[in-house]
């Protein structure tokens, strides 16, 4: 008996370490740490994007399903997250990674993520997260002034009031979408005489109640993603999230809005929202937030911007501006793990209003009750970290007049990217940067020539192949993992409205370069002149060349 009670012994006592902070560096665990350190570092400083390995074979590494039966040493581990994880990741903080909105993050976030993870704190309850509380009011303070500008007076009064929120923290941009929209939805159909509110009754006593059909939230065609979630799970309906057509700089159409509108109420249907777009995923332009929030006032519906990109734009004496109107929003979404430059996990939401969250509280016996200074009161999430910790980090360590200069040079940057792709002769600009990001397409010289004089389904026809040679193009220069843009969808007027794919480039890293810059294009000229473009592009030749002789013969 003594001896099969001894490997379970020593079992608890490799348990026991494992939950023990190292006290020296030289200790088996903090040689651990360090390796791992010294290889992210590693990592971080190269400056390739990824190693070329097929993801299938990537795949292999993690088709185990059975849970390791016996505890093992963490240095182990460390070396499978060296071989395994850290060396087959991308490296989004690569200055030649400008396909995402994810970015470098500033080094000082690293050793901080590490006091976030230690202290272990909950943000559910005030109980488990005694400084954090507090910290995360005044981080949603600070965002809240710089969108709503209120007096010292104001944030007085709210910033620590116990009984409201200027906003909430969530893990991003989608989850906060859905709670403004929530918050929107439960204050429409609100408790009334006859009615105790929808979140109690539900939506079809509350569609009754307003004597309506059903409810509907507009947003421009380059809306999020996100809002559809947040209808379906709303119970709105995916239908009812109406897509309005957009101008030649990717705005959304007002008059086709009002259109949309007239339409809706013709049909019983009631606006829940409006949804301004303060820089498209696709595009980063801006809607007419001034002229929106005049119709959501006309409407006497809730207005809500969605800035998850384009809100740290607001830090810029210079380009501020361009978001003119988002003050008068009733809620608006910022994600701070991207031009925030947090790490993910960090968005907000952020209302006019500090009532408004009061109609979606939640409280429970033993958590959350009432009259407490517990955030999850008023969350969608439950129990989540303390992430308005880097958050604050960031706003105390760089400042405003320091994200004014990423703000600025990243825009100054998708400018000057622009001018190159303009110059290029084999390059053509499909929209031009209003913020950060912009589009663009291989599209030789010769080619442009033939489009500019090609009938309606000519151009479509040549569309199509150069759609092909952007995919294969964009695909090739992800696996060559030295540099990285992706491609998206777009619609240009030139075009007669056909989709036409493109690359998309996202300016935020600020060790981007403009020689790095040069080096996509180059890259990307290398790639139109391998066999499998040659052959696409060899296939509009022809076509031209029949399109000109049937005219001959015409």
Same mark, same amino acid.
């Given at each position: ?9 020593? +079992?608890?006592?490799?348990? *026991? ?26 990592? /971080? ?5 990824? =190693? ?32 395994? =994880? ?36 909950? /943000? ?7 400084? @954090?509380? &507090? ?12 969108? *709503? ?19 909430? @923290? ?6 906060? $979408?859905?709670? %403004? ?24 006593? %509350? ?26 799970? /709303? ?24 259109? !949309? ?9 009631? &606006? ?31 207005? !809500? ?37 947090? &790490? ?6 952020? @209302?006019?209003? &500090? ?8 409280? %429970? ?30 706003? +105390? ?21 622009? #001018? ?19 589009? *663009? ?32 193009? #964009? ?19 030139? *075009? ?5 794919? =493109? ?24 790639? %139109?002149?391998?066999?499998? $473009?040659?052959? /696409? ?18």
């Amino acid at each position: 008996m003594p001896r099969s009670r001894e490997p379970a012994q020593a +079992s608890l006592e490799n348990l *026991y370490r494992i939950f023990t902070v190292p006290e020296a560096p030289d200790s088996t665990l903090g040689q651990i740490d360090q390796a791992i350190s010294d290889n992210l570092m590693g990592f /971080l400083q190269d400056h390739i994007v990824a =190693v070329e390995r097929d993801l299938v074979e990537i795949e292999r590494d993690f088709s185990q399903s059975r849970i390791p039966e016996e505890p093992t040493f963490v240095s182990n581990y460390t070396e499978f997250l060296k071989e395994k =994880v850290v060396s087959q990741s991308v490296h989004t903080a690569s200055p030649g990674f400008i396909g995402h909105m994810t970015s470098a993050l500033p080094y000082f976030m690293l050793p901080l993520s590490r006091v976030l993870t230690a202290l272990n704190q909950n /943000l559910v309850k005030v109980e488990t997260s005694r400084a @954090f509380t &507090p910290m995360e009011r005044q981080v949603l303070g600070m965002l809240h002034r710089l969108i *709503y500008d209120r007096d010292d007076g104001f944030y007085d009064q709210w910033i620590q009031d116990s009984r409201h929120a200027l906003g909430a @923290f969530c893990s991003g941009g989608t989850i906060a $979408n859905l709670t %403004a929209l929530w918050a929107a939805r439960n204050r429409l159909c609100g408790p009334a005489e006859g009615f105790r509110g929808i979140a109690r009754e539900g939506m079809f006593k %509350a569609l009754r109640h307003l004597d309506c059909n059903g409810l509907a939230v507009l947003v421009s065609r380059r809306g999020h993603y996100s809002l559809g979630k947040a209808v379906d799970v /709303l119970g709105i309906g995916r239908d009812n999230l109406i897509t309005v057509e957009t101008d030649d700089y990717n705005r959304i159409d007002m008059k086709k809005l009002r259109q !949309h509108c007239a339409r809706l109420q013709s049909e019983g249907i009631r &606006p829940l929202s409006l949804v301004g777009v303060a820089g498209t995923t696709e595009t980063g332009n801006i809607d007419p937030l001034d002229e929106l929030a005049d119709l959501a006032q006309e409407l006497g519906c809730h207005y !809500h911007v969605d800035a998850a990109w384009g809100g740290p734009t607001l830090l810029s004496s210079t380009h501020r501006g361009l978001l003119k109107g988002i003050e008068r929003a009733d809620s608006v979404t910022i994600d701070a793990h991207k031009q925030l430059y947090v &790490p993910m996990g960090a968005g907000m939401v952020l @209302f006019k209003d &500090p009532a408004s969250l009061a109609s979606i509280e939640h409280h %429970a016996a033993y958590i959350l009750r009432e009259g407490s200074r517990d955030l999850g009161s008023h969350t969608l999430e439950g129990s989540r970290p303390g992430m308005a910790m880097l958050v604050h980090a960031g706003l +105390s360590i760089i400042g405003r007049k320091g994200y004014e200069i990423l703000i600025d040079q990243g825009i100054e940057r998708a400018r000057r990217f622009a #001018q190159l792709i303009d110059a290029h002769p084999d390059f053509e600009l499909v929209t031009e940067p209003e913020l950060n990001i912009l589009t *663009y397409r291989y599209n030789p010289a010769w080619v442009q020539r033939e489009l500019a004089a090609a009938v309606a389904e000519q151009a479509a026809r040549i569309n199509e192949i150069l759609d092909k040679v952007t995919e294969t193009m #964009q695909k090739r220069q992800r696996e060559n993992g030295r540099t990285f843009v992706s491609r998206t969808r777009l619609a240009p007027g030139r *075009y007669r409205g056909d989709d036409i794919t =493109v690359f998309r480039v996202v300016m935020a890293n600020p060790l981007t370069t403009e020689k790095i810059l040069a080096s996509v294009l180059e890259e990307q000229c290398e790639m %139109a002149g391998q066999e499998e $473009n040659l052959v /696409l592009l060899e296939q509009i030749s022809r076509l031209c060349a029949r399109t000109e002789q049937r005219s001959a013969c015409g």
